[in-house]
């Protein structure tokens, strides 16, 4: 099975901050990787697929980058609506898999 | 615009079967390139895929689970449904109904999940 570990586990960033989330799988998914946020008490929304093309609809400081095993997503301004959680996801093979998740804070 | 909501009881006893249906509006879950599938998250832990079910009643199982778990299509009523036999504390968590569509960059196929239900807590206890 292929496990996704991401880094940080969580930080906390001033308005305005360039925001780097890191994403790590234990062996090649070469770029079946998606980057998802999530709110307390709203649906999983979908920011990236295919590790760096953006989801209709989300915002261009969104954006993901990486092949292989490494992948990062960067927020290049955050903003008060970015606070969430951040998860990544492979989908290049079942089992299915996340990333423990990231969570971002607002200073 | 299409919409996914889970419902079900929120309270399960051990040893019994959790049944969860999801219901979508706006869409049909018999359109091409589309996987319906479930992901949970128990209390304080990371998500954790189930399973998916396509049109055709292809099924995919994660292995932790495959004994246990039945996913299934009603095109009659435009739902999906999940069954978890001989539940445990352990399966207590918020359950998601998503979806999982065919997009294609550079010529390649990308399944990835790009519509998620807000989920439902299914708590097991006696």
């Known amino acids: 099975d292929i496990q996704m570990t991401q880094s940080p586990s969580s930080l906390s960033a001033s308005i305005g901050d360039r925001v780097t989330i890191t994403c790590r799988a234990n062996e090649g998914i070469d770029s079946y990787l998606a980057w998802f946020q999530k709110k307390s008490g709203k649906a999983p929304e979908s920011l990236i697929y295919a590790a760096s093309t953006l989801q209709t609809g989300v915002p261009p400081r969104f954006s993901g980058s990486g092949s292989g095993t490494d992948f990062t997503?960067?927020?290049?301004?955050l903003q008060p609506e970015?606070?969430?959680?951040?998860?990544?996801?492979?989908?290049?093979?079942?089992?299915?898999?996340?990333?423990?998740?990231?969570?971002?804070?607002?200073? | 615009q299409l919409q996914l909501q889970e419902s079900g009881p929120?309270?399960?006893?051990?040893?019994?079967?959790l049944s969860l249906t999801c219901g979508v509006s706006g869409g049909?879950?018999?359109?091409?390139?589309?996987?319906?599938?479930?992901?949970?998250q128990p209390p304080g832990k990371g998500l954790e895929w189930i399973g998916s079910v396509y049109k055709s009643g292809i099924t995919f199982y994660n292995p932790s689970l495959k004994s246990?778990?039945?996913i299934s299509m009603d095109t009659s009523k435009n739902q999906v449904s999940l069954k978890l036999t001989t539940v445990t504390?352990?399966?207590?968590?918020?359950?998601?109904?998503?979806?999982?569509?065919?997009?294609?960059?550079?010529?390649?196929?990308?399944?990835?999940?790009?519509?998620w239900g807000r989920g439902t807590l299914v708590a097991v206890s006696s």
């Open chain 2, 68 to 70: 246990r778990v039945t």
């Open chain 2, 89 to 115: 504390a352990a399966d207590t968590a918020v359950y998601y109904c998503a979806r999982r569509g065919r997009l294609v960059v550079a010529d390649t196929d990308h399944w990835h999940f790009d519509l």
């Open chain 1, 82 to 107: 970015d606070s969430a959680i951040y998860y990544c996801q492979q989908y290049k093979s079942h089992p299915l898999s996340f990333g423990g998740g990231t969570m971002v804070g607002i200073k």
């Open chain 2, 28 to 40: 049909s879950i018999s359109s091409t390139n589309y996987y319906w599938g479930w992901i949970r």
């Open chain 2, 10 to 17: 929120g309270l399960v006893k051990p040893s019994g079967t």
């Open chain 1, 73 to 77: 997503l960067t927020i290049t301004s």
